[in-house]
């Protein structure tokens, strides 16, 4: 299954090296990583999302305590929390096969960023799912798509709400208190989720 | 943030006026060069000793070592110089200092900082290389050590300024001997030994380690432990490393007679809980005797003491201690339900825990498992080799008996790896702590002799005994120069067999006796000796072992024994690699001794 973490580090020359190479020395396959700066100067923010056995968490949450440039480790699979990942998409379109892709970036809330006679280029916010049904709708209505580039996953746990607003936002494994149904689907890497809103 | 108390007073420091020693570092700041920074740093944290070997990268580290109260200790191998760190550390309980140079000098550490590292042994290795102005321009004997090391040190620095020297060794020193400890390693641009900054050792002190959240014992876990104690029938205590890393000696020896529960002890664990006590079982794992696997098989509650569940002391995990429930103390959160899942986690220092965990249970005096156990001992105590009479054959176990008893158990044994380090654990029975130095971990031969300098150097009072192969000790020989360099008053065993006697025997076992690169050629080890000026013997005769073992003892300066021993002994009893803790390998029955041939050796005309 797939684990996110997320760490907070020194900002410091080879501490990408030591996080990466704990994964590596277990074996686990990191499916995104991504990077940068947080509310304090000195210590950056990293996500990672890796592909483990279910029971790993706790050794891999363990062993990243162990770097010493690691300053906290919060294991957020289960956990609910706003989950964004940032795209661009560049996809051959021409002024006469446009149109169509604008009608699809509309209801998919992306943005066209780009505008070249012989491609453009989308930009799109949101959970996996929703980046991956994009390109999927673009695939099956014939578009070739000349260029992928994803962040990886950031997510944020979210604040202290009442029941109802959680409910309201219909937060991920809020009703069903534990293993939720639609966070796994949205885990699930395969997972086709042409709905456009979260 | 390095604040001047006073201006300062000198630009260079001159003659021997400078450091000074121990605990009462520089209170104020003084101008220095990183060279000097480093040294007034070490003896700053309490250093006195250092083990290396200069070279180009460091040699300005090596310019300033005369102005300071430090001892060198010149190694023939880098190698060396960190394993004589590392036993320096495990006699004394210290952090171990070890010095080389860039590229190759550094290189040839990683075998002994992954020994460090793999046994938690508190080391700071100190490492020269190129100025940072060509860093990673593959300069002459430039090597990305700090890349090189990273899976084998708990942690490591690459330091580049000289102002960052004093911060980054006193955070060195900090994180070596804090939690789980570990080898740290520093690697210093030529540069940074040279230029000049401030210096104040105080300013330069390490901030607080950040409070580690997985480390925790919750009371209701604390509550849960000593309700699984209390009502356990079939307890054992498992005690490793931690004991002594811990300083637990004495909590896990009263856990133990106030409730009557049996020790049995990790190979590393070895000393930590007296070995002539009644409670104690010995040695467990693949080379323990049968009734200590067999207890852990059969008990219903396992108190694992600062140990990890190593592959080597569960056997098959499916089948390890099946009825029983365990409890984990362990400081290192990585390592619970590591290998063995268990029912209560005391994640913390074990002595910290069981003072805990104490005023919860109150004492019993009956414990029929006890008097299983023992019962359960039957013939396999009586099969031991050393209940052999003399049939003019020489054994590593006799000799190693017979070590045991001359030295009325009180020496620090260093051992190699394989065969003898087996016999060792079995027949020197070790009632302190620090008393047994061996490589567990790595299983690095080649590990003794230097690990025996560091040990003899930290406890100049101790009798030391390096028990070594012939093929271990024939790795790290060289140091042999470096003892008559120093002479040091410690004492050599090479148990020679003709063979890398481990191998053999798993050729014999499981290789139908192929025995594929397994016999070594030697040298006279006796004659090497002399050639270094250091005395020796050799002996083939059982009898001859106690007075050779004598006059080795009389003489004031090292002394090497050559025993050559039964070539195709093997350890006994032995679990098979990944079999269960019961399905063991069993010593030769000592009952039809009268035929022929002693059946509890075999031979490989043996079947």
Redesign the interface.
Known sequence: MLHTFVALVEDK??VL??VA?LFR?LNINIVSVTVGGTERTGVSRMTIVADASP?AG??I???L????NV??VDDVGQLSCVTRELALIKVAATVQTRSHIFELVEVFRARIVDLAPESLMIEMTGVESKIEGLIQVLTESGDEILEVSRTGRMVMRRGQHTSRVLQAMRVPGYESSGSSQSEDAALEPDAVHTQPAD | MREAKEPAIQSRPKGTAKPQTGNTPAQSTTRLTGAEILWATLVGEGIDTVFGYPGGAILPVYDALRKFPVRHILVRHEQGAVHMADGYARASGKVGVAIATSGPGATNMVTGLATAMLDSIPLVCITGQVSSKVLGSDAFQEVDITGVTLPVTKHSYLVTRPEDIAPAVREAFLIARSGRPGPVLIDLTKDAQAAIADFDFEAAAAEARRHHPMRSVAPDAIQQAAELIRNAKRPVILAGHGVMQSGAEEQVRTLAERLQIPVASTLLGLGGFPATHPLSLGMMGMHGESWVNEAIQNSDLLIAAGMRFDDRVTGALPTYAPKAKKIHIEIDPAEINKNVKVDVALIGDLAEVLEQLLPLLSARTDSPWLRQINESKGDAAVRDITNLPDNGHLYAAHVIHDLWRVTDGKAIIVTDVGQHQMWEAQYYKHETSRSLITSGGLGTMGFALPAAIGAKIACPDREVWVIAGDGGFQMTACELSTIAQENLDLNIAVINNGYLGMVRQWQEFFYEKNYAASPILSPDFAMLAQAHGIAGATIQQRAQVVPAVSEARKLKGPYLINFQVEKEDSVYPMIPSGAALHELIRRPSVTTAHLGHNPIIETAEDQ
């Open positions: 020359p080879g090296t030591r190479s020395r029971t706790h050794r949450m363990a062993s305590y162990k770097l010493e300053l906290e």
